[in-house]
């Protein structure tokens, strides 16, 4: 069964921390994505990836960083978790021109 | 746990009849369409997409309508079961661009 792993489902981080947010497929996508769910605010994108090392910013990149070292993983990073960054973060592969499959997510909550 | 569907619009829906659940989208270059399907705590499922070239594809229990001169997208399920309580996404992608746009999501509660 294809999937998309989401090395977390919930994390608890205290303000100022860094945090790391790892999701890995085995579908051989390559397009990664990042999004973060809110209530009201639908699915947003953070970061995205097309490509090894490649990486372009979505809608809401500000306080994130993202890292693909390989094809198959791709990091979101949190340098500096602020409270405003409580929220499901989900992570999606795709094959281009086709529909994305996500992760179960990871439900983050800075304190 | 927290709701994504807390500001949603909501069709609530008996078991048993079926269930229309449609979206609008904005881009005359899409071309490829797909529903999600997304329960409570849990991360969105494909459920059925289709393509610019079909105006209708059927799936188990659900069928996707696709109205280009509108521009408007539809999923229908069939005898809804509580178990087909979720959030409901579209979807809509152009060409051979990698990201999709997404609809806001549709709650669908099924009553007994």
């Known amino acids: 069964d294809v999937k998309v792993t989401q090395s977390s489902r919930y994390l608890v981080k205290r303000t100022g921390e860094k945090v790391f947010l790892e999701c890995v497929q085995d579908?051989?996508?390559?397009?990664m994505f990042w999004y973060r769910q809110d209530p009201g605010l639908g699915l947003r994108l953070i970061y995205f990836?097309?490509?090894?090392?490649?990486?372009e910013k979505g809608d809401i990149p500000e306080g994130y960083s993202v890292s693909r070292e390989k094809k198959e993983r791709f990091s979101l990073i949190l340098e500096s978790a602020s409270t405003n960054q409580t929220s499901m973060y989900l992570c999606?592969?795709?094959?281009?021109?086709?529909?994305?499959?996500f992760g179960s997510g990871t439900r983050l909550t800075v304190v | 746990g927290e709701s994504v569907g807390l500001h949603l619009p909501t069709l609530s829906v008996q078991e048993g009849d079926n269930s229309i659940i449609n979206c609008a989208y904005s881009?005359?270059?899409?071309?490829?369409f797909i529903w999600y399907k997304q329960e409570s705590g849990k991360g969105p499922q494909f459920i059925i997409d289709?393509?610019?070239?079909?105006d209708k594809r059927q799936g188990q229990r659900v069928t996707v309508l696709l109205n280009k001169t509108v521009k408007h997208l539809s999923l229908q399920i069939a005898a809804t079961q509580p178990g087909d309580s979720a959030v409901y996404f579209c979807?809509?992608?152009?060409?051979?661009?990698?990201?999709?746009?997404f609809g806001t999501g549709t709650r669908l509660q099924v009553t007994l």
């Open positions: 999606a592969s795709s094959s281009t021109g086709y529909g994305y499959t």
């Open positions: 579908m051989d996508h390559e397009n």
């Open positions: 990836s097309y490509d090894v090392k490649m990486k």
């Open positions: 881009n005359s270059a899409s071309d490829y």
């Open positions: 289709i393509r610019s070239n079909m």
């Open positions: 979807a809509e992608g152009a060409g051979t661009a990698s990201k999709l746009t």
